[in-house]
């Protein structure tokens, strides 16, 4: 108690000063910040031109320590399958699922939607975008074609992530069928393709030209891609 009151006394004392020295300490910046807070009412701008990527913060600097071959997504899923997955294979898939990214034309700035079940892929394709600057909008594996839809044009998504479907409750969820009605008559103008997770091996519509396999495209991309230099203030995500 005595800790958090002393660090409750300093952050109220001098903010600026102790989120700076929280953010030199605990994460890894390509180049430091002008200024610590930029303080219009009501808009606030914190460490500004401050270079930074919460991909290589989450993976890239710990692949020099002991923590590169420790567990980084320890996941089971509702059938009773598991996957661990080390930082190292993690960054492995994450550099190489951003390369996949690139090579369907997604650009830093692009949006990114994601429609999945609660799969490590889901946190791969978080990172991934993150890595090479793309603004992702998770939406929630439940919702219907309808409200995808509308997010998907609120967002002005170029790509969609999802899966053939998802397990909830010993019952498959149609995530690929309600992603194919979302984007059915060209309802969403922006979207121009569709990646697909092989999860519940159920038969799906692949529309040709739009529609590819995760795995198909994973096998054939390096697995290195240097994280995108993204200023403090860029969006990470639309919620």
Not at 174 to 181: G, H, I, S
Not at 184 to 191: C, I, Q
Not at 207 to 230: F, I, Y
């Amino acid at each position: 108690m005595a800790d958090y009151q002393h660090l409750y006394n300093k952050a109220k004392a001098h903010p600026e000063q102790f989120w700076a020295e929280l953010a030199e300490q605990e994460l890894n910046w390509f180049a430091k910040w002008d200024k610590v807070l930029d303080w219009q009412p009501p808009f606030a701008k914190w460490f500004v031109n401050g270079k930074i990527n919460i991909s290589y913060n989450c993976l890239d600097r710990h692949l020099t320590t002991w923590r590169k071959n420790k567990a980084a997504i320890i996941w089971e899923g509702e059938p009773g399958d598991s996957r661990t997955l080390t930082y190292a294979q993690l960054h492995r898939e994450v550099c190489q699922f951003a390369n996949v990214l690139k090579q369907l034309g997604v650009q830093k700035g692009d949006r990114v939607g994601i429609y999945m079940p609660m799969i490590p892929e889901a946190a791969i394709a978080m990172l991934a975008c993150a890595r090479i600057g793309a603004p992702h909008s998770v939406v929630f594996g439940g919702f219907s074609a309808e409200a995808l839809r509308d997010r998907l044009i609120d967002a002005q998504a170029k790509l969609v992530i999802t899966a053939d479907g998802g397990w909830r409750k010993d019952a498959i969820v149609p995530l690929k069928e309600r992603v194919d009605q979302a984007l059915a008559n060209n309802a969403v103008p922006t979207v121009q393709s569709v990646l697909v997770v092989e999860r519940t091996r159920q038969k799906i519509h692949m529309e040709p030209g739009r529609d590819n396999w995760w795995h198909d495209l994973q096998k054939s991309v390096s697995t290195d891609c240097p994280a995108e230099q993204m200023d403090s203030e860029d969006m990470l995500f639309i919620l």
